[in-house]
């Protein structure tokens, strides 16, 4: 299915404010839908003087109606006229006569949808820029309870003031933090005050379970978890005005028996406010195993460290048995032995300092290609390196691998096409969905007598691609000289 703002270009002419506007009443969807037990389809003008559906949310607290989603249909004959009415006057329409969707009665509503004009300013568009239709299932209406009709009576003061342009707010929390309170989790409708006018069976139990022990009906609620922020803990400097319900921000309580997360927001009448939603769940579960997922990560950060340290120490140990040998033979291997364990301690140290376990292998070649330069000051030559296309984010056991094959291609490069001379490595990576294809290049004597040599490091690359990688490596000579190596990998 197609994303809001696909359907937005393809079908209607809406500006980059108002698509994003809507963008931000999506993300509020499925709330409006489960406080008023109704479809919801959100209509947009179409390029042909229509209007077509960018948007549909089914209720969990109902039966729905539409068993097929119909974002990106045109509207129906029926529907038209009250849609293109409220389009066009910007009041909410009821119907007069009850629709009938295949064979399933419904109430119909019309409400426009009005913008801010800027982030920064409270004034309000003239012109709606949408319309919802509110599609509510008679065939499963019983008498509403006293729980059904505060949902009924929070969800209609927000289509309302999604009338009025003052739902969404710019300020609604849309961040990706886990554990977001939806309708059915719990609720509290608060007064001007903060006093608590409502509270749901699952509202009453999430604090229960905090320790408020006290009724939360008629009781200003700030002053009800006071008793809470006592113990200890660290409280979240935007609780304040969440439990008053005068920002449309979101906070955790905590206590020692549990963490809370509270969602406020606020109701507005033509402007003022008129008291507040409070939206609350039970996360404790949830903020558990993230704190147990930061340790982790630390863990395995510290262990990447210590790696990385180890792997130095051996380097700099086989650097000095290096220099300290009489062989040149043995000297030249043992530098060998230190460029491929200083490989592998550049990609340790790159997992040390983030979060995730890929890697940025763009930033581990950079380094990769330092101990060239080092190996070819050691021959007194000069070797630039040029290094062309991005390789992108890697895997850690990718990243280790790759590191040490391609330090083998460069100093290859440097030791034997480069020998005593001065010249230039080019390094180029062409990334796609499926495969990354690196090419290692130098303007050398090409490979004797056109064949690929037998040696230690030939061996190791070969053996990394192609047993490790499960890739695959070609070696040329190029007409215009010098040794092209081509590794293709899977991804």
Known sequence: MPSLSQLIKTHSAASLADTEWLNLLIAEWQLLSDLVFADLVLWVPGLQGSFVAVGHARPSSSATIFYRDISGTEIRRVWHNQVAEAFATGEIVDQVQLDNYDGIPNRFTAIPVRRRVSNNSETVAPQPIAVITRHTNLADTKVPNKVQLNYLAAGNDLLTMISEGTFPDFGNPTGPKRGAPRANDGLLRLDTDGKVIFASPNGISVFDGLGVNQELEGHVLSQAVTPLLKS?????????????????????????????????????????????????????????????????????????????????????????????????????????????????????????????????????????????????????????????????????????????????????????????????????????????????????????????????????VRTLVEGELRGSIRWYSPSDGGTRAVVTLPL
């Open 232 to 460: 200890g803990f660290s409280v979240d400097e935007s609780l304040p005005l969440v439990l008053a319900g005068k920002a449309p921000w979101r906070a955790d309580l905590e206590s020692k028996t549990g963490t809370v997360s509270l969602r406020s927001i606020p109701l507005k009448r033509r402007g003022e406010r008129v008291g507040a939603i409070l939206l609350c769940r039970d996360v404790s579960e949830l903020r558990k195993q993230e704190r147990e997922l930061i340790t982790k990560d630390a863990t395995i950060r510290e262990i990447h460290h210590r790696v990385k340290n180890n792997l130095q120490t051996v380097a700099s140990l086989l650097r000095m048995q290096a220099r300290r040998s009489k062989s040149d033979d043995t000297r030249e291997s043992l530098e060998q032995a230190m460029r491929r364990v200083s490989a592998i301690a550049v990609v340790h140290d790159t997992l040390s300092s983030g979060l995730a376990q890929d890697v940025n292998f763009d930033e581990v070649f950079e380094r990769v290609m330092m101990l060239a330069s080092e190996l070819a000051a050691s021959h007194g030559t000069t070797v630039n390196t040029i290094k062309d296309g991005k390789f992108g984010q890697l895997r850690s056991e990718v990243a280790t691998t790759l590191a040490v094959v391609l330090t083998e291609l460069v100093t290859n490069a440097v030791e034997h096409g480069l020998r005593d001379r001065s010249g230039l490595v080019a390094v180029s990576a062409e990334r796609t969905s499926k495969k990354l294809e690196i090419s290692v290049s130098d303007n050398g004597s090409g490979l004797p007598d056109g064949k690929v040599g037998s040696g230690l490091g030939t061996q190791i």
